[in-house]
């Protein structure tokens, strides 16, 4: 199937409410990573999201032009050709975005969508994450809603972080403490702000004591029951019950009862980047140092252009990753659930 239109996209995520159940969100960085994850999806059955970050959108324009919005938009067109065989629904998202990149990056990526929609095309991306974090509540949201209204001119969909995400990730660093948990008044002050669905659906990525990367288990204390707390309040006032759509960050490493927990509570996305990007990456690395006769020139040998053609160990490398996109597909339900 293509990559999923704006209306495809919101019927995902409405099947994930109803069905509770979560999508995985694989965070890529290049085509090779873009084809082991359509690759995870269709073996597992699920639809999916794809996601871009800011680092990763400049690496993709290449080391010498360094252009955000263009190198999102390569990665998107390339996706829109290859995913039409894959037999899965996909969405493209990017990720993470500060206020220091809106104007080099999700800004224009908006501006393309709009443009696109006044001749009769739809989006290349399906949705766009601000991040407003490392800003006071009342900034960060006052820029949501100006990218709220944005959004639904591009008929997309924006997602929000209230609240903080521990460790760091492509340069935004926040400590492990109580900042990492939302509250009901944080969400409160979001729905007065953006409204609950009427001024155009978001997704809301509540924090409760998650963290990005690499971490030391013991100092992280995931509470997957602040959700259900936050859904219970907010929906009684607003009579609708579980208002938000959660977005799980900071998945990586997390148990599979908090994120059964997550999932029950309204999570419909999880972003996962780190257990893929290691399990694409080990596998190279075993490549490497298993063949390193090969795939080096020792002793003025030439060694083995078998061994050290990058289709050689790319192919294993996506497997590899595909398999985690499996497993992440299968923790959070979406796995043979895809709507082909």
């Known amino acids: 199937m293509p990559i999923a239109t704006p209306d495809v996209y919101r019927d995902m995520l409405d099947r994930a409410r109803e ?12 085509s090779q990573t873009l084809n082991a994850a359509l690759q995870g999806f269709a073996e597992a059955e699920s639809d999916g999201i794809i996601q871009v970050s800011v680092g990763t959108a400049l690496y993709l324009s290449g080391n010498r032009v360094q252009n955000r919005a263009r190198g999102s938009k390569a990665l998107a067109l390339y996706a829109h050709e290859v995913a039409a065989d894959y037999g899965v629904n996909v969405a493209l998202h990017t990720d993470h975005c500060a206020s220091e990149n809106l104007d080099d990056w999700v800004r224009p990526l908006l501006r393309d969508s709009i443009e696109r929609r006044s001749r009769g095309l739809e989006p290349l991306y399906q949705s766009h994450m601000w991040d407003g974090s490392a800003l006071p509540l009342a900034q960060n949201l006052a820029v949501a809603r100006e990218l709220l209204d944005e959004s639904v001119r591009a008929n997309t ?3 929000i972080e209230v609240g903080v ?4 990730e492509d340069g935004v660093e926040h400590e492990i403490d109580d900042k990492l948990y939302s509250t009901v008044d944080d969400a409160r002050e979001t729905v007065a702000a953006l409204g609950a669905g009427e001024a155009g659906r978001y997704l809301t990525a509540l924090t409760f004591g998650n963290v990005h990367g690499v971490y030391n288990p013991a100092s992280v204390h995931l509470r997957p029951e602040i959700l259900g707390e936050i859904q219970s309040v907010i929906g009684g006032e607003v009579g609708r019950e579980k208002p938000f759509d959660l977005v799980f960050h900071g998945g990586s490493g997390s148990s599979d009862a908090d994120i059964a927990t997550a999932v029950a509570h309204g999570v419909v996305k999880m972003n996962i980047d780190t257990d893929t990007q290691y399990a694409f990456t080990r596998s190279i690395a075993g490549h490497m140092i298993g063949n ?10 030439y060694g083995d252009k078998k061994a050290y053609d990058p289709r050689s160990w790319g192919k294993t490398a996506e497997t590899a990753m595909a398999r985690r996109v499996v497993e992440a597909a299968v923790s959070l339900g979406s796995a043979g659930r895809t709507a082909r």
Not at 22 to 27: E, G, K, Q, T, V
Not at 165 to 168: D, R, S
């Open 292 to 301: 390193y006769d090969k795939v080096l020139k020792i002793d003025g040998r």
């Open 157 to 159: 969909l924006l997602e």
């Open 165 to 168: 995400v521990g460790g760091e």
């Open 19 to 30: 069905g509770g159940f979560a999508y995985p969100s694989i965070n890529v960085t290049s």
